[in-house]
């Protein structure tokens, strides 16, 4: 394999996809994940005179079943009470999630898992979340899951073969990550995660020498351990791989934080809840302040800093300003402790 001596900004849009890889970093490569440890037992497809609609994963013991990608449950059935059982449904225990690719949906369907499931209708879960256990209720002969996966939501004859989706190779027909792509949970050691928004070199550093590894394609997620000066500036994503900081080609976030319901900005300092219409105003480079609008009661709004001038107003943001006046407006902001972890984090 070629060395190369020092960082070179060196992106290959050629075809050097097929190479191979001894990539052993602990990266979120594809979009869905395998939701549980265990063989394939079964695919998709005719079986027994019909249909078998998804895949089947089949393991002994306590195996716990993750959400397979981000999404919001939608469904749970938790009726069948024992681990092997006649409960009446085919599914058995099961559990359905939506996801949502900027408007795309998907389901996945989750069955014959053990009672006693870990999530309800309408709750977020992250890609890897543990949604429960792996059993046999319903119509089942062993302990295993049987997954699906519906585009454009679980219907009848809506489901598709899974393995496209378990081995990413469809992961570039959804139109876009999942809004909260960085939104899951950190593995140990992990700070961050970066996107792929353009091809760009995956590293390896063997002593003092950059090795090339292959190219890593747009919309690949990878887990983030680190980051340091050498080469230009390079993220770890694992046993020695590196990724240079190149903004226009990857996107790196470090968590999500939320407050109020929406993400905590990096310098954001607080919020401001509107309770009288009050004016909105920008600010330009002179100081000059502009009326742009009428802010109306019940909204809210990031505050990124204050000022003194005017008598006192709060930035929120893209040159705007709101006058603080008591009784028309209410400033909060979030502990201490959360807007130092807030600011830590690198856009
Ligand atoms: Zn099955």
């Known amino acids: 394999m070629k060395k190369i001596k020092y960082f070179v900004c060196l992106v290959i849009l050629t075809s050097v996809f097929n190479f191979n890889t001894s990539m ?11 939701p549980a440890e265990g ?7 005719p079986r027994w005179g019909r249909l078998h609609a998804g895949v089947d994963i089949a393991a002994n013991g306590i195996v716990p079943i993750y959400a397979s990608t981000a999404g919001t449950v939608t469904k ?11 409960c009446s449904s085919t599914l058995g225990n099961y559990v359905i999630i939506r996801h949502n690719f900027n408007g795309k949906i998907i389901d996945t369907l989750y069955g014959h898992m053990r009672p006693g499931l870990n999530v309800a209708v309408g709750q977020s879960v992250s890609k ?6 792996m059993g046999t209720t319903g119509s089942s002969t062993g302990q295993h899951l049987h997954f699906e996966v519906h585009p454009g939501g679980r219907a009848s004859n809506s489901a598709v073969d899974p393995m496209p989706f378990l081995n990413g190779t469809m992961d570039s027909q959804l139109p876009t990550l999942p809004i909260d792509w960085h939104k899951g949970t950190l593995n140990v050691g992990q700070v961050g995660w970066i996107k792929i928004d353009q091809p760009i070199n995956l590293w390896k550093r063997v002593g003092d020498e950059l090795e090339y590894v292959r190219v890593l394609k747009e919309n690949e997620l990878y887990r983030v351990y680190g980051y340091d000066n050498l080469y230009g ?7 020695n791989h590196y990724i240079t900081k190149m903004d226009t080609h990857i996107e790196y976030r470090n968590g999500y934080m939320e407050w109020r319901g929406i993400e905590f900005n ?15 105003w920008k600010k330009d480079a002179n100081g000059k302040l502009t009326y742009e609008r009428i802010l109306n009661p019940g909204e809210f709004y990031r505050v990124y800093g204050y000022s003194s001038d005017n008598g006192g107003q709060y930035d ?4 705007y300003w709101v006058t603080n006046m008591s009784g028309y407006i209410t400033y909060s902001t ?4 959360f807007l130092d972890r807030a600011q830590k984090r690198i856009y």
Do not use: H, W
């Open 24 to 34: 052993k970093a602990e990266a979120a490569s594809t979009i869905f994940m395998k």
């Open 39 to 45: 063989g394939y037992s079964s695919f998709y497809g």
């Open 76 to 86: 749970v059935f938790d009726g069948c009470a024992n681990v092997s059982n006649e």
């Open 128 to 133: 890897g979340q543990q949604l429960g256990l």
């Open 233 to 239: 500036g390079q993220y770890n994503v694992g046993d």
């Open 266 to 280: 990096r310098n954001q300092v607080g919020g401001l809840d509107i309770l009288k219409p009050i004016n909105l």
């Open 316 to 319: 929120v943001g893209g040159g």
């Open 334 to 337: 979030p502990s201490k402790d």
